[in-house]
C-alpha cells in the first residue's frame, strides 16, 4: 500500500507515494541499492529512532516524527554513509528526495498526516 504525506502545519503535500516499512526485512533494507528517489516517493520507517545512509547513493531528507507525528527532528539533504543519533522521542523515520524539506518549508514542530493511496 501507498501513502500520501501531508504537512498539516504548512499544508504542503511531502509525499503521494510513499511506501511503509514495518518489517524487520524492509526496515533493514530501506532504500539501500536504490539509485534515485523521484519528487513524491518516500519511505516511512515504522517503528524507528535512528538511521544510517550505508550503502546508498543518494542524499536523502530525513524527519523523525514523535507518535502524533511532529517533527522531533530534520536532516536535510543527509548524504550516503552517515548514521544519524537516536532520537527517543521518535517512533517513526520518513524518508524523502532531497530538497523536499527545503521546497515545502517543513521545520521541526510541524505535523504530518499519512493517508492511504487508493
Not at 504525506?5 to 504542503?12: A, G, I, L, S
Request: net charge positive.
Amino acid at each position: 500500500m501507498r501513502w500520501k504525506v501531508n504537512n498539516e502545519t504548512r499544508q504542503r503535500l511531502l509525499a503521494d507515494r510513499a511506501d511503509k516499512a514495518t518489517s524487520f526485512l524492509q526496515r533493514f533494507k530501506g532504500l539501500m541499492g536504490r539509485r534515485s528517489l523521484e519528487v513524491g516517493e518516500g519511505l516511512h520507517i515504522v517503528p524507528c529512532n535512528s538511521i544510517h545512509t550505508f550503502f546508498m547513493r543518494i542524499p536523502i531528507d530525513v524527519l523523525f516524527l514523535d507518535a502524533r507525528g511532529r517533527i522531533v527532528k530534520q536532516m536535510p539533504a543527509l548524504p550516503p554513509w552517515r548514521a544519524t543519533s537516536v532520537y527517543f522521542q521518535s517512533r517513526s523515520v520518513l524518508e524523502l528526495p532531497a530538497g523536499v524539506l527545503a521546497a515545502s518549508g517543513t521545520q521541526e514542530g510541524d505535523v504530518l498526516s499519512f493517508e492511504p493511496v487508493p
